[in-house]
């Protein structure tokens, strides 16, 4: 089955401890992506990757790092981590075949930090 | 600047009624991609259709229809004879050249009663 997975599905962090989503898809897709979703802002990409070993900022890319050293894995990185990252975090991939730039979403990682 | 505007916050219909979702957006790009997605309560983001800019047919799926201007700068999803199943948050998105950077609206939150 054609799937984009993200762990963990729910966290609770501490300001300040480093923490690490996971996201990996099935489908040799070249392009991935990482968004939030904040009520009322929609989604807003942080970062995103053209392939293996390039990575580009979204529109919110402050307090994030990602890499791209597989091109199945895309992990989202919050080396120090802040109340106002507490978000609603998706992963996505797509590719730029006959189903161009169509985005394939990970169910979700809802981020809390206190 | 890329820009997508969905005016509507939230909209209320009851079951049969017809609903058009209004999506406005901005970019100098010459190619660029136009998507909607659906958010159902469950909270997974489906990919509903795409849009490519030099392709301005409107298109019909079922119950969807979507009606592109590129005079406008309009990407309009409507649906016809509305069902409780239609309820959900719809987004409006914008892939520029190369389909990388996405710009997502605000969202419209559609519900449907019976």
């Known amino acids: 089955e054609a799937q984009v997975t993200q762990n963990p599905r729910y966290l609770i962090t501490v300001t300040g401890k480093k923490l690490t989503v996971t996201c990996s898809q099935n489908?040799?897709?070249?392009?991935m992506s990482w968004y939030r979703q904040d009520p009322g802002l929609g989604l807003r990409q942080i970062y995103y990757?053209?392939?293996?070993?390039?990575?580009d900022k979204g529109d919110v890319p402050e307090g994030y790092k990602v890499s791209r050293k597989e091109k199945r894995n895309f992990p989202l990185i919050l080396e120090s981590p802040s109340p106002n990252q507490t978000s609603l975090y998706f992963c996505?991939?797509?590719?730029?075949?006959?189903?161009?730039?169509?985005?394939?979403f990970g169910p979700g990682t809802r981020l809390t930090v206190t | 600047a890329q820009k997508v505007t969905q005016a509507q916050t939230e909209i209320s219909v009851v079951e049969k009624e017809d609903v058009t979702l209004d999506c406005v957006y901005e970019t100098r790009d010459t190619t660029y991609y136009l998507f909607w997605y659906k958010q159902p309560p469950s909270g997974e983001l489906v990919f509903l259709i795409r849009?490519?800019?030099?392709?301005?047919q409107n298109e019909i799926s079922g119950r969807y229809s979507w009606n592109f201007q590129k005079s406008t700068s309009s990407f309009n999803f409507t649906i016809t004879a509305s069902q409780v199943v239609d309820s959900a948050v719809y987004f409006c998105?914008?892939?520029?050249?190369?389909?990388?950077?996405?710009?997502f609206g605000a969202g419209t939150r559609l519900f449907v009663k019976a």
């Open positions: 489908m040799n897709h070249e392009y």
């Open positions: 990757s053209m392939n293996v070993e390039v990575t």
């Open positions: 849009r490519n800019s030099f392709d301005e």
């Open positions: 996505a991939s797509s590719s730029s075949g006959s189903n161009s730039y169509e985005q394939y």
């Open positions: 998105a914008l892939s520029g050249t190369g389909g990388f950077k996405t710009i």
